[in-house]
């Protein structure tokens, strides 16, 4: 971001919300704030949490830390108080950066808790974002020398299995995700106007830093909901060149939105994080043109590890996530961590300079996931014709009969059926067979279950074909939209349930 300030000082960095900042003033803020952090006593290390909504200040807030050599903990501003708590405390948090409206939140996240200083943005006054930057001086700030090693983001999962962990992302990392980026998924330039709408504090944030490195304006879609007139409008009324990152349900959305507004200065949409549904994917590259990138990552290789270009949207590599990013190595092992060879399942491991260090921490949890110099991704998939093939997350995969099923492919031949709108495959215990297939489907028409399992029968193989199906008006989904599949399960499973 610094060198980008030199090249392009009056270039607009970052605008939305009535808030613009140039380049240099972008840069001016941010060595700002670092400093006035550092006056308030903190240090280069300390860990800063934050819990804001998207809005223009997420930049000098987020670059601000990289320049004093804090580490930035970035959190769904939707979060609950008590994932919130549970974050700032295992963070051990010096500060916490967050919205007005927020505060309540953070104050039953921190209870009484002295050690954690609180910083609003969007107003002035003591204790302030604004009152930090001017008690901070840019002139002759210097950047801290960080060593390519030190931490620079703590990455929580999302949690869709338990506790999230932090995954400690080094500035090596950052730098390899930010080259990777450029490389596979959007070579940014200065002409870009970039849209962020989904959260910065997962991939659309990763994606800022590609952004800002080449110069492009970042407009920031402000407010954490997601309203899918109001982008098709910002789209339109800011002649958005890129969309930073976009998730499966979010495309759905714009998709079943109006086809009115003008989007053609579009020409690349990054999408990822969960599965697609195929049959979306055409449908929004027939609205919005072969413009989409699917990346699949996760926050210990940040967004990094393969791609499906929009080349190959198509045909059956439309059901992959595409193939290896150009700067990391991927391999699928066997339960003993030998490689297995292509089209055989296992799990999807990942190397190089992308993978985090290891867990905030937890030391156990890091050995498990880093085993012998590998991220085991607890994903597991199977690589053909050079792509990978996704089939589930290793704890959801339902044995029956001593036959693997992946809940994925159950679910996409549910979404296949026109009335299927959004399809959750999960297994419950069985006497017989050890486990049977359920799926919960929200519909947009009437259809029976026997209908469902005869139109499953006819995709995939009749064991795979769901015991049990229920009809539900929604399903619950994490802060970043992913279906919480075992929150349906329980839900489901309970005593009592359907
Ligand atoms: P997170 O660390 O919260 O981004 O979650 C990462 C997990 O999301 C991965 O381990 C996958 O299980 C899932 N995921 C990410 N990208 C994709 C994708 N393109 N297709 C299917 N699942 C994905």
Redesign the pocket.
Known sequence: MTKAARTHPTRIAVDGGGTALSYAELDAQAAAFADGLRRRGLRRGDRIAVFTPNRAEYFPVLFGLFKGGFVAVPVNAKLHASELGFILENSGARAVVFAEKSSGVVAAALGSSPHTERIIVGRGGPGSFAEIVASGCSAGFADAEVDSDDLAWL?Y??G?TGRPKG?MLSHRNLRASTMNALADMCDFQPEDVVLHVAPLS??SGLYALPAIARGAKNHVHAGTSFTPTAVLDTIERERVTVIAFLAPTMIHRLVEADSEHRTSTLRRIVY?????DPSLARKAIDRFGSIFV???????AP?T?TY?RPQDHHGKAMSS?GIVRTDVEVRVVDETGSPVPEGAEGEVCVRGDVVMQGYWNNSEASAEALRGGWLH???VGRFEDGRLY?LS?QNDVIISGGSNIYP?EVEEALLAHPAVKEACVFGEPDQKWGESVVAAVVTSSTVGAEELMVWCRDTIASFKKPKRIEFVGSLPKNA?G?VLRRQVRDDLTAPGSP
């Open positions: 990455f999962t999302s869709t995954a997962h991939g990822g994080g969960a599965p697609i699917q990346l699949y990552g996760q926050g210990e967004m590890i499906l996530t991704t607890g994903d996704l997350r994925r970043y992913k």
